[in-house]
Nanobody, 130 residues
Framework: QVQLVESGGGLVQAGGSLRLSCTPSARTGSTYDMAWFRQALGKEREFVAAVWRSGGTTYYADSVKGRFTISRDNAKNTMYLQMTDLKPGDTAVYFC???????????????????????WGQGTQVTVSS
């Protein structure tokens, strides 16, 4: 069982930046796709971004495209979410997720579906003040 631990959340003013990290308990570089989801208070969990096993292919929700960057360093066994130009609407608990990798042609088709992922972190709070 892969356990995921997020870090890096906090309170930031609108327009600011934060970087989230996700560290799995086992090596995931060649066998797992990884993703970030978020859940705002009273709302359903929503997809943010995903990265294929090699890190070379990424996929984003339209709401964060151009502001957030997902990446992974397989040598350090860590995934990141660099968030810039943060808005109050980005306030949520951010979750790291992992799944057994798919072939590249299937990656983007399924990457945004939360039920595709069977490993989840506990979440880290991101609060953006106006």
């Amino acid at each position: 069982q892969v356990q995921l631990v997020e870090s890096g959340g906090g309170l930031v003013q609108a327009g600011g930046s934060l970087r989230l990290s996700c560290t799995p308990s086992a090596r995931t570089g060649s066998t797992y796709d990884m993703a970030w989801f978020r859940q705002a208070l009273g709302k359903e969990r929503e997809f943010v971004a995903a990265v294929w096993r090699s890190g070379g292919t990424t996929y984003y929700a339209d709401s964060v495209k151009g502001r957030f960057t997902i990446s992974r360093d397989n040598a350090k066994n860590t995934m990141y979410l660099q968030m810039t130009d943060l808005k109050p609407g980005d306030t949520a608990v951010y979750f790291c997720a992992a799944r057994r990798t798919r072939i590249l042609s299937d990656f983007a088709v399924s990457a945004s579906r939360s039920n595709e992922y069977n490993h989840w972190g506990q979440g880290t709070q991101v609060t953006v003040s106006s």
